[in-house]
């Protein structure tokens, strides 16, 4: 896919939105300054101006009334996301009915419900002696970064297939992490840094075939977390494809709560997707709200 392919990201009465026909959706990211009222009525013209079928906004839980009061649901809950003390609500807005109605509910919550039975332990196995190398990703790794995800996701919500936006992002608010094995990439992470809100989304999660069954994404998330603590970030969270047993165990595993399931949210792996969101205080006293 070309960048000019992918939803864009722009501004929006000073907040910033992502919309597109890839994932047939406005994305709030951030409220910025703008009132709540104004905003859900902006955001509802611009869905149904474009004919897209959802409306997806990520906000403080202090702003959440009047979304309410127009008729989005409450999907998810992230406590402590905004510097550790404001929980973030994560709502939805369905223009179209069909998109409210999921295919395989009884398959998600079969996975959810082994994920949330795998307990933290706290301990992680050790990596095979010798065999990789986990670190940061350079800027000059870029081309082999996107041809590894372009192997692993025929979709994906924002253009990590190309050897530009890795480039752009790395440079101001992502960082990449990689496992190395005979001297190759062969898996990939990221942390997605808010230094304002002192949060992290952990994501872009890949590991090449031939390589999967060594809890490489486990190890990297671990990695990723001493990284960002580091920076005094207050709350990791992820949205990880609620149809991926995989992903959500990793996260479980390592210690995250459950936060709740956005409906047919996320164009990834060629088709819109449920996509459960997992989040862990990094800090004491983070997330106690």
């Known amino acids: ?17 992502q919309h597109g026909p890839l994932n047939d959706r406005v994305y709030l990211m951030k409220m910025g300054d703008t009132r709540p009222d104004e905003l859900v009525d902006g955001l509802l013209r611009k869905a149904v101006d474009e004919g897209y079928s959802k409306v997806f906004a990520k906000i403080p839980e202090s702003a959440a009334e009047p979304f309410k009061d127009a008729g989005f649901q ?15 609500s994560f709502m939805g807005y369905y223009l179209d009915s069909d998109r409210r109605q999921e295919e395989n509910p009884e398959k998600l919550d079969a996975i959810l419900a082994l994920s949330r ?7 992680l196995p050790p990596l095979p002696e010798n065999k990789f190398v986990l670190r940061q990703c350079r800027t000059d790794e870029v081309k082999k970064m996107a041809d590894i995800y372009r192997k692993i996701f025929p979709t994906y919500p924002f253009p990590i297939h190309e050897p530009d936006y890795l480039r752009d992002t790395m440079g101001s608010h992502v960082v990449y992490f990689g496992a190395v094995a005979d001297g190759q990439l062969i898996a990939l992470s990221s942390s997605e840094i808010d230094r304002k809100a002192k949060n992290t989304e952990m994501t872009d999660f890949a590991t090449l075939p031939g390589w999967r069954g060594n809890r490489l994404g486990t ?15 207050k709350t990791a969270y992820t949205i990880a494809r609620a149809a991926s047993p995989g992903m959500n165990i990793t996260f479980a595993r390592s210690g995250y709560q459950f936060g709740g399931r ?3 949210n996320t164009n990834i792996s060629g088709q819109i997707e449920s996509m459960n969101i997992w989040y862990k205080p990094l800090m004491p006293g983070a997330g106690e709200a």
């Not at 896919?1 to 992918?6: I, T």
């Open 1 to 17: 896919m070309m960048r000019d392919e992918f939803d864009k990201i722009e501004h929006m009465d000073g907040a910033l939105i």
């Open 74 to 88: 409450k999907e998810a809950r992230v406590p402590g996301f905004f510097n550790g003390r404001e929980p973030a």
């Open 117 to 123: 039975n795998q307990s933290a332990s706290g301990d």
């Open 219 to 233: 190890h990297l998330l671990s990695l990723m977390e001493g990284a960002v603590k580091k920076k005094k970030i």
């Open 262 to 264: 956005l409906i047919n």
